[in-house]
C-alpha cells in the first residue's frame, strides 16, 4: 500500500505541552481547532467540562469527541494539559451525580478505561450537557452494542507497508522446513467446517488422513485437534496444540484421539514418550470432567506423560489485573507498595506461565521429545504457552517481523479470543469472558526482554504500541474471534493492520543494542527476584513516577538514524537534479551512478 507520507502520531497518549503543538504527517489540525485527527476521522460533538485530574486537582478545558477518541485540552494551564483517548480503550461510562447534587464538581461523567486509566469530567446540570456527552460516547465507544462499524473500517490513513502481507501461513510453514516425509499440509479446514475457531491451513503427521482428523475433532473441545505450531530444526522433535478431551465424568475414551497421539509421537523419530503439558491446575482439570472436559489418563495413553503447570483461569487473571490497578492508578502508596504489589499475585501469575513456557521449551530442544500443550479450549493458556516457548527456541520470532508473524499465527491464526476478553465495542463491562490474557503474554515478552536486552530486535515501544492497539479499534488486526469471522468481515480488505504502521516507522520500534544470533535458545530466569512491575506501562499515566528515561546511546542512535535518513533524502533530490542536468546537456562527462558515487564516499 503505497503512500507518501508516514503518520508520526502516538493515539494513546496524555501529553502536557506549553504551547501550539504541530502534529506529524498523518493528523491534522482542523482549521480554528485544536483537535489532532486521522484521515476518516470526523468530529462529533464537543463541550466545556472540568477534567477532574488526580496528579493536580481540576482542570478546566473542552472536550471534543470524534469517531475515533475523546479528546480534551485546558484553556487556562500553563502548560496545557491535553488528554487523549481512543474510544476503544472506555470499558465503562457511568454517570455522576444528579439533579439534586450539590458540591463542587459533583455532577459529570465516570470513565473507566483498559489501559489501567480512570477519567472524571464534571460538567454543568444546565443544558443537559452530560446526558449529550454520554449519549454520543455511549455510542461511539461502543459501537458493537449499536450496530455501527468500529473506526478501524473508516480508517483511511495510508501506509508505506502493507501490514497484512506480514504473514503468509504457507510461507512460515516452508521457513520451518515443513511440509516433510513425517508432516503435511491439510487444507480440510479450508471453510472452516472443520473448527470455525482453527485457521484454515494446518500441519499435522504424515500418516494421518483427514478421516482420521474429524474422527478426533469429535473428541476434542470445540473440535481443536492436536496440530503442529512448531518444529525444532536439528531434534525434529514438535510442539503441538489443541483443546482438551471430552473424557467426561465417566471417562469416556476414543481409540481414534489415542491412536493419533501415537502418531505424533512416532513422527519424532525418537523413542520417547510424548509429553503433554495440561496448563491448567489439576484440581480444576478434574473438575472440568463435570462439564464433559477433562485431561488424558495414563489408563488410555500409556506413550504419553502428562504434566500441569498450575496456571490460572482468565477470572483470576482478571481480578488480579484489577487488584494491579488498584494499586498504580491514581496514586501508588510507597509504604506499603511491596505487600500490596504481592497481594495483586500479578507477578506470581506472570512467573507460572514463564516457567510453564521454560518447560516446553527445555523438553523439545534438550529432551528431544515432541510436546502437546493444551488448557480448557487452547485460545489463552496454550496460546501464552506455545508463542513463548517459540520465542525462546527460534531467534527469526526475537525480530520485529518474527514477532509480528508470532502474533499473527499463534494468537490471531489460531483463534484467541481477542473480542471476547477485550471486549471490542462491547458495554458490558462485566462480562465474565473479559481477561488480561494478551497483555501477560506481552508482559511476559517484556520481561524476556530485560532479562536479554540484545536478544530481540524491538524495543519495549514497539509492545506498547501493540498493547496500545490491541484496545484502540484502529487498526483490524486484534477485532473479532476467529479468523473465519475475520474473513467473513473482509477485514483485510476493509481495514489497516496496525503492522502497516509499525513497519513503516522501524528505527522508532528498533532495539539499538540488538545482537543477532541463529539458533540461540534463551532462556529467562522465572523467578520472583528476576521478574519485576513493567512501571513504563502500568504506571506509565502518573506523572509523579519517574518513568525509565531512554538510554543515552539509544537517544544516539536514533538521532543518528534521522541524520542518515535525512542524508539519504538529500543524495535522492541530488541524483534527480543531476539526472535532469545531464538529460539537458549531451556535453556533460559525468553520469549519475558517478554522480551520487561521489556524493557516497563523502558521506
Known amino acids: 500500500m503505497a503512500s507518501s507520507s508516514t503518520p508520526k502520531y502516538n493515539s494513546n497518549s496524555l501529553e502536557s505541552s506549553s504551547g501550539k503543538r504541530t502534529l506529524k504527517d498523518g493528523t491534522n489540525w482542523e482549521q480554528n481547532e485544536e483537535i489532532p485527527r486521522l484521515p476518516g476521522e470526523t468530529r462529533v460533538t464537543d463541550k466545556d467540562v472540568i477534567y477532574m485530574c488526580p496528579f493536580n486537582g481540576p482542570v478546566k478545558g473542552r472536550v471534543y469527541i470524534t469517531n475515533y477518541r475523546l479528546y480534551l485540552r485546558s484553556v487556562e494551564n500553563d502548560p496545557v494539559v ?32 483498559k489501559d489501567m486509566r480512570n477519567l472524571r ?22 459501537p458493537q452494542s449499536h450496530n455501527l462499524l468500529f473506526f478501524a473500517f473508516a480508517n483511511e490513513e495510508k501506509f508505506s507497508e502493507n501490514g497484512w502481507m506480514v504473514y503468509n501461513p504457507m510461507s512460515e510453514y516452508r521457513r520451518q522446513g515443513l511440509p516433510n516425509d513425517r508432516w503435511r499440509v491439510t487444507f480440510i479446514n479450508e471453510h472452516y467446517g472443520l473448527c470455525d475457531t482453527y485457521p484454515s491451513l494446518l500441519v ?11 474422527k478426533v475433532a469429535a473428541f ?44 505424533i509421537r512416532e513422527a519424532n523419530g ?44 482468565i477470572h483470576v487473571m482478571r481480578e488480579s489485573l484489577k487488584k494491579l490497578k488498584d494499586i498504580v492508578y491514581p496514586n501508588v502508596e510507597e509504604s506499603h507498595w511491596l505487600s500490596s504489589l504481592e497481594s495483586t499475585h500479578w507477578l506470581e501469575h ?110 519495549e515501544q514497539f509492545l506498547i504500541t501493540i498493547l496500545d492497539h490491541l484496545y484502540s479499534c484502529r487498526f483490524g488486526t486484534f477485532l473479532y474471534n476467529s479468523e473465519f469471522l475475520r474473513e467473513k468481515e473482509k477485514v483485510t480488505e476493509k481495514t489497516l493492520s496496525l503492522w502497516s504502521l509499525i513497519n513503516s516507522e522501524k528505527p522508532k520500534y528498533t532495539n539499538p543494542f540488538y545482537t543477532k544470533e541463529l539458533n540461540r535458545a534463551l532462556y529467562p530466569v522465572a523467578s520472583m527476584r528476576h521478574l519485576e512491575l513493567w512501571v513504563n506501562y502500568y504506571i506509565r499515566w502518573n506523572p509523579r513516577i ?20 535525512d542524508y539519504i533524502r538529500r543524495l535522492e533530490e541530488l541524483q534527480i537534479t543531476s539526472n535532469a542536468k545531464i538529460s539537458n546537456s549531451s556535453a556533460s562527462s559525468a553520469s549519475p551512478s558517478q554522480m551520487v558515487s561521489h556524493l557516497q564516499t563523502h558521506f
Open 82 to 113: 491535553v488528554l487523549n483517548v481512543p474510544l476503544g480503550v472506555i470499558s465503562r461510562i457511568e454517570k455522576m451525580g444528579g439533579a439534586s447534587s450539590r458540591g463542587e464538581n459533583s455532577y459529570g461523567l465516570d470513565i473507566t478505561c
Open 121 to 142: 469530567f464534571a460538567l454543568k446540570q444546565e443544558g443537559h450537557s452530560r446526558r449529550d456527552i454520554f449519549e454520543v460516547l455511549t455510542k461511539y465507544a461502543f
Open 204 to 214: 499435522v503427521p504424515y500418516n494421518a488422513t483427514d478421516d482420521d482428523l474429524k
Open 220 to 263: 476434542r473441545s470445540r473440535n481443536r485437534i492436536p496440530v503442529l505450531s512448531w518444529i525444532h530444526p536439528e531434534t525434529q522433535a514438535v510442539i503441538m496444540r489443541c483443546s482438551q478431551p471430552l473424557v467426561g465424568m465417566s471417562g469416556k475414551r476414543n481409540k481414534d484421539d489415542e491412536r493419533y497421539l501415537d502418531i
Open 270 to 313: 525418537q523413542i520417547s514418550k510424548l509429553t503433554i503439558y495440561d496448563a491448567r491446575p489439576n484440581v480444576n482439570a478434574v473438575a472440568n470432567k463435570a462439564t464433559g472436559g477433562g485431561y488424558e489418563s495414563e489408563d488410555a495413553y500409556p506413550n504419553a506423560e502428562l504434566f500441569f503447570l498450575d496456571i490460572h483461569n
Open 350 to 459: 506472570i512467573k507460572l506461565v514463564l516457567t510453564g513456557a521454560i518447560q516446553v521449551a527445555d523438553k523439545v530442544s534438550s529432551g528431544r521429545s515432541s510436546v502437546l500443550v493444551h488448557c480448557s479450549d487452547g485460545w489463552d493458556r496454550t496460546a501464552q504457552l506455545t508463542s513463548l516457548a517459540m520465542l525462546m527456541l527460534d531467534s527469526y520470532y526475537r525480530t520485529i517481523e518474527g514477532f509480528e508473524v508470532l502474533v499473527q499465527k499463534e494468537w490471531i491464526s489460531f483463534g484467541h479470543k481477542f473480542a471476547s476478553r477485550i471486549g471490542h465495542g462491547d458495554k458490558n463491562h462485566a462480562d465474565a469472558d473479559r481477561s488480561p490474557i494478551f497483555l501477560q503474554f506481552i508482559d511476559c515478552v517484556w520481561q524476556m526482554s530485560k532479562q536479554f536486552p540484545t536478544g530481540f530486535e524491538f524495543n
Open 546 to 565: 519517574r518513568q525509565q528515561q531512554p538510554n543515552p546511546v539509544e537517544q544516539r542512535y536514533m538521532e543518528l538514524l534521522a541524520l542518515r535518513d
